[in-house]
T-cell receptor, first 112, second 112 residues
């Protein structure tokens, strides 16, 4: 069964460092998303991406964040200068267009 | 008032019980309703997806939407210990699914 894959599964970084989280969405999907979940809190929308551009972003997704689809398979989330409060699980998700959103296993980011 | 409210639980039931999980919401624009299951430190897994009001059944799972009351439910029949997880409701106003709004999740514990 096709699935969304994410790497790394866990990354530890120092405050102020840049982090790139990688995702391979399901191959025939057209819409791509990043969500995050701070420990013990609800899953929150960060950004959606369609047709090689951001279609919507939340107020969390400030100038420190960026997304890119550098080739036909990868979808990345970059955090330029990490803060302590960026520590969370980051989930990539994709959708073909039928409304069913599929999530990856997540990348746990720990900022020290 | 929160946009989506969900009792965090935990909800403890014996194996074989019928489980009822619920969410209320305030945004009348929501049209698409989903239930996800999330195991500890894993990504949300889509269980059920419904549009507008009505019922949908899939095996032991039944999803109900009552838009007039802004209330959605997930019923699990013949619950199993493997059903022990956190159940997240999520909803969206439009076909583009630009942004899912999640509840906080209800933790379910099914004891053998």
């Amino acid at each position: 069964e096709p699935e969304v894959t994410q790497t790394p599964s866990h990354q530890v970084t120092q405050m102020g460092q840049e982090v790139i989280l990688r995702c391979v969405p399901i191959s025939n999907h057209l819409y791509f998303y990043w969500y995050r979940q701070i420990l013990g809190q609800k899953v929150e929308f960060l950004v959606s991406f369609y047709n090689n551009e951001i279609s919507e972003k939340s107020e969390i997704f400030d100038d420190q964040f960026s997304v890119e689809r550098p080739d036909g398979s990868n979808f990345t989330l970059k955090i330029r200068s990490t803060k302590l409060e960026d520590s969370a699980m980051y989930f990539c998700a994709s959708m073909r267009g039928t409304g069913e959103l599929f999530f990856g296993e997540g990348s746990r980011l720990t900022v020290l | 008032q929160k946009e989506v409210e969900q009792d965090p639980g935990p909800l403890s039931v014996p194996e074989g019980a019928i489980v009822s999980l619920n969410c209320t919401y305030s945004n009348s624009a929501f049209q698409y309703f989903m239930w996800y299951r999330q195991y500890s430190r894993k990504g949300p897994e889509l269980l059920m997806y419904t549009y507008s009001s009505g019922n949908k059944e899939d095996g032991r799972f039944t999803a109900q939407v009552d838009k007039s009351s802004k209330y959605i439910s997930l019923f699990i029949r013949d619950s199993q210990p493997s059903d022990s997880a956190t159940y997240l409701c999520a909803m969206s106003p439009n076909t583009g699914f630009q942004k899912l709004v999640f509840g906080t999740g209800t933790r379910l514990l099914v004891s053998p």
